[in-house]
Every structure is written in structure tokens, then in C-alpha cells.
């Protein structure tokens, strides 16, 4: 009868004393790779394409903006008949979806940042990655392009379907394809980015879509109630620079005859988000996690 034999025990780590030192060292086996914005990215976008309020926000977007716009240019087919475009843009029809639509790119980007401060998963975050320039850097890259990906593609086939359907309108210019596809989805990608920036500026998921809306859609409303002649060059300011005007200005549809026009609510967008993020990132350096 042979004799059961003792389980096989692991090796076991590899001590050893360091040179001109009595104490050992633990030498791991494990290779150590110095970080880099690689892996940040890598992580943001493992955590923007798991969580659930992704998928949901994207998909009420997509259908606010192919839905609104088929139905606009539907309805415009149907009766082009009795009241055609004539001379305007048919492209302008996706205005009326991507308004709705932009709302729920500005809750993601505040859910980006803000969710993480909510949950305390922030700090974990910034356990695995020290550098807080680099966090704040890697998650505004991966919502940019998730944003950015999915406007285009959505405004693009509703332009598509849009000239295919209302048949009398004039056929868009190539500066218009240009401003109502890829313009308007770098516009739509950097408001969300200002609003993923407010949140890392507020830290609370509510309050800052609450600053968000309010800064599309309050000077408009604003202006709208506005009924002194002492206001009025404050009223056109705020037609000129809201946000819905702004947007329709990459159709050549702008709500004003002054204003920003052709791509300059791009640049203005731009320069915006530029300063907030730079605000947001020395707030980050100073602030406890």
C-alpha cells in the first residue's frame, strides 16, 4: 500500500538582502511598469462603457435626434406640396432633435465626473493614479470622442435620410454638410465637455446639471420676457449668444440677423471650455479627494 504523499507547496518568494544592507528585500515577480496616460484612458473608458446610465443617456439621444428629425422631414415631405423649404437649408430640420438631444449628452458629462464623487469611487481613482491632471485629462479625451462619435453618426444619417426625403428643397452646399454634421457634433461634444468639467467643479450630480440647463437654456428664456426698450441691446445680446441660437447657426438658420455666424460659435465654445477646464484642474490640485 503505497504512502499518500504531502501536497506540493509554491516556492516560496525570493528573499534576498540588499547590497550593503543586514535586512532582506522582497524581489516580486511581478513586473513594474511606469503609468502613463495610456493606462488612465484605458481605465475611464472601461468605466464610461459599463456603467448603465451610458448606454441609457446615448440611446435616448439617438432616438431624440433620428426621431424628431425623421418626423420633421417627414412632415415637411408631406406637405411640400402647400409650403416647400424653398431657399433654407434642409439639414436646419435636425435642429429640432439635437436641442432635445443635447440634454442628454450634458447629463453624461456630468455623470462622468460627478457619479464618482457621489459613490467615493473618486478615491480609488485617484489611489491608482496619483496624478490628477492625467485623471481629469483621461476622462475628458474619452467622454470627447464618445460624444463627439455619436453625434456625428446620429446627425449624419438624419441629414442623409432628411435631403432624401424632402425632395423639393435645394441640394446643401459642401460647407453646409460640413457645419450641419461634423461642426455641429464637435459643438454638441464640447458642451458636453464643459459639462463634465462643472461637475468636477461642483461634485454633485444635480446641482450641476441644474447650471447646466440653466446655461442652455435661461438667456433664451430670459431674453424672451425682456419687454423694456432700455434692455434691448442686453435682449439681442442674449438671442445672439444663447445656446439654441448658437446651434442653429451651423444650419444658417440663426434665430438673429447679428451675431455669432458660420463657425464661429465652434470657436466660442472652444475658448469656454478652455478656460473652465483650466479653472477646474487648479481647483482639483488644491482641494482634498
Excluded at 13 to 28: D, H, I, N
Excluded at 52 to 74: D, E, N, P, Q
Excluded at 230 to 236: G, I, Y
Aim: net charge negative; proline share 6%.
Amino acid at each position: 500500500m503505497s504512502t499518500p504523499q504531502p501536497p506540493t507547496q509554491q516556492a516560496a518568494p525570493a528573499w534576498q538582502a540588499a547590497p550593503g544592507s543586514p535586512y532582506p528585500t522582497y524581489t516580486s515577480p511581478i513586473p513594474v511598469v511606469r503609468t502613463h496616460l495610456g493606462h488612465a484612458l484605458a481605465s475611464e473608458w472601461t468605466k464610461i462603457r459599463s456603467v448603465r446610465s451610458t448606454m441609457w443617456t446615448l440611446g435616448v439621444f439617438v432616438l431624440l435626434v433620428v426621431g424628431i428629425g425623421l418626423a420633421a422631414g417627414a412632415l415637411v415631405a408631406a406637405n411640400s406640396s402647400e409650403a416647400g423649404l424653398g431657399d433654407e437649408n434642409p439639414l436646419a430640420l435636425g435642429f429640432f432633435g439635437l436641442l432635445l438631444g443635447v440634454m442628454c449628452i450634458i447629463t453624461l458629462g456630468v455623470m462622468t465626473t460627478a457619479s464618482e464623487y457621489g459613490t467615493g469611487m473618486i478615491r480609488t481613482t485617484m489611489t491608482a493614479c496619483p496624478s490628477r491632471g492625467r485623471v481629469m485629462a483621461a476622462k475628458a479625451i474619452v467622454f470627447f470622442t464618445v460624444a463627439f462619435v455619436v453625434t456625428l453618426v446620429a446627425t449624419t444619417f438624419v441629414a442623409v435620410a432628411q435631403v432624401g426625403m424632402v425632395t423639393d428643397a435645394r441640394d446643401p452646399s459642401s460647407g453646409e454638410w460640413l457645419k450641419g454634421t461634423l461642426g455641429v457634433s464637435l459643438y454638441v461634444a464640447l458642451l458636453g465637455l464643459l459639462s463634465l468639467i462643472i461637475g468636477s467643479i461642483i461634485r454633485h450630480s444635480a446641482g450641476a446639471i441644474t447650471v447646466m440647463i440653466g446655461v442652455v437654456l435661461a438667456p433664451l428664456v430670459i431674453a424672451l420676457f425682456m419687454f423694456s426698450e432700455s434692455l434691448r441691446e442686453l435682449q439681442e445680446a442674449l438671442f445672439e449668444y444663447s445656446i439654441p441660437n448658437q446651434l442653429s447657426a451651423f444650419y444658417s438658420n440663426s434665430l438673429t440677423e447679428t451675431g455669432p455666424s458660420g463657425w464661429d460659435p465652434l470657436w466660442i465654445a472652444l475658448g469656454v471650455t478652455a478656460v473652465a477646464f483650466v479653472g477646474a484642474y487648479a481647483l482639483l490640485e488644491q482641494r482634498d479627494v
